[in-house]
């Protein structure tokens, strides 16, 4: 089993286009740049196929989550990157997507784990302190940000 400290591993599936993922994307503190590239497809908005660079404060979150959940965990990615054109589409048809979504910026993610209940999930998210965390029970998934710490 590789020392956590030293290798920071993140394993996800894409709900949209059925990927996977597993990858150390730092190892002692240096960020792989072709781990951060696979990285970047997986979070890429699956309805224009634009991928966007995924904040490396974003990744060391879902690490840390990740990481307080168990090492085998993986992490469903609901949404990652989102297009403006996406974020806008999205904001039509629902009053729930924000106009300046961290999402088209890199800095979010929506995500669930399996065998993991979402309000656990969300317990575990808000207890990091580390941005906005958003709990959807219906849709089965919790929104984490690396804004300011909020809740909703």
């Known amino acids: 089993r590789p020392d956590e400290r030293g290798e920071r591993l993140l394993k996800f599936y894409n709900t949209h286009t ?3 993922l597993e990858v150390c994307y730092c ?3 240096h960020y792989d740049q072709d781990a951060l590239k696979a990285v970047n ?3 890429r ?3 224009t196929d634009e991928e966007h ?3 490396l404060r974003l990744l060391d979150l879902l690490h840390d989550i990740r990481t307080k959940v168990g090492q085998d965990s993986c992490l469903h990615i ?3 990157y989102r297009s403006p054109a996406t974020n806008a589409m999205l904001r039509h048809r629902s009053s729930g997507v924000a106009p300046k979504s961290f999402h088209m910026q ?3 993610a929506d995500i669930r784990i399996p065998g993991i209940r979402t309000r656990a999930l969300r317990k575990i998210a808000l207890a990091m302190h580390q941005g906005g965390v958003g709990y959807y029970p219906k849709s089965d998934f919790v929104h ?5 710490v909020r809740t909703w």
């Not at 984490?144 to 300011?148: A, T």
């Open 18 to 20: 059925r990927e996977r």
């Open 27 to 29: 190892r002692n503190g």
């Open 41 to 43: 497809t997986i979070f």
């Open 45 to 47: 908005d699956h309805r």
């Open 53 to 55: 660079p995924i904040d």
């Open 78 to 80: 609901i949404s990652g």
């Open 106 to 108: 890199g800095f979010a």
């Open 144 to 148: 984490v940000d690396i804004g300011r």
